[in-house]
């Protein structure tokens, strides 16, 4: 594990984090898709989407396109079986404590996004919405994708709005669509994350979320 590249245990700092896979343990996607009887086709997109194999647009509007005529109520049923990483409660309530400003930058769905955002906390989100009509998902998204273009514009945003440099700025991700967030930011850090990311991230976390804070250098590393 190399030392971050700059040094963050004093002063204010910036972190933005993924949340399907990342956050959470699951994708919402898939949990949507098992709803529509599409979850393996859904399930194989997603995975070569974020081994960046596919245009993650792409692979988005393919796999929302399956959810079509399915009740806009399951969003509250998949909401209610999200399950966050293990640690990540700590990380956040941590950060919070040392007055780190949080964001959550999905290329998930601000339905779950929003509630879990407001439950950890996290004044901050950019998420894909799904548009519905008639009380059903309509297969479509509404507005911008929040590719991996926007997730980096997300955490640019994010910083100038607090006033941090962005070497004081962490990224935290999982798959190919946050490679250009990891860049922007100062450091890097691939977390339970595709051999893609791995191998680009300035550091790599595995298990545990708040495994960052020792990443960074925030508490000792545990044995």
Do not use: Y
Request: with cysteine; aromatic share 2%.
């Amino acid at each position: 594990m190399t030392t971050p590249p700059a040094p963050l245990d004093h002063g204010p700092s910036v972190l933005v984090m993924d949340v399907d896979s990342t956050l959470i343990t699951g994708e919402v996607i898939e949990m949507l898709a098992s709803r529509a009887g599409s979850e393996p086709e859904v399930a194989e997109i997603t995975e070569r989407a974020m081994r960046g194999e596919l245009d993650f647009a792409a692979s988005l509007h393919a796999r929302v396109a399956t959810l079509s005529g399915l009740p806009a109520t399951v969003v509250d049923d998949v909401l209610a079986e999200v399950e966050l990483s293990p640690g990540a409660e700590r990380l956040c309530d941590e950060l919070h404590a040392r007055g780190w400003t949080l964001g959550l930058v999905s290329g998930g769905f601000v339905e779950v996004v929003g509630p879990l955002a407001a439950r950890l906390g996290i004044g901050f989100v950019r998420a894909n919405a799904l548009e519905v009509a008639d009380g059903q998902l309509t297969g479509r998204v509404s507005g911008p994708v929040v590719d991996r273009s926007a997730k980096a514009a997300a955490l640019r945003e994010l910083a100038a709005q607090v006033g941090v440099p962005l070497d004081r700025a962490v990224a935290v991700g999982d798959g190919a669509n946050d490679l250009e967030m990891l860049a922007a930011a100062g450091t890097g850090i691939a977390f339970n994350a595709k051999p893609v990311v791995c191998a680009q991230a300035d550091l790599v976390v595995s298990g545990r979320l708040d495994g960052v804070l020792a990443a960074l250098g925030l508490e000792p590393a545990q044995d």
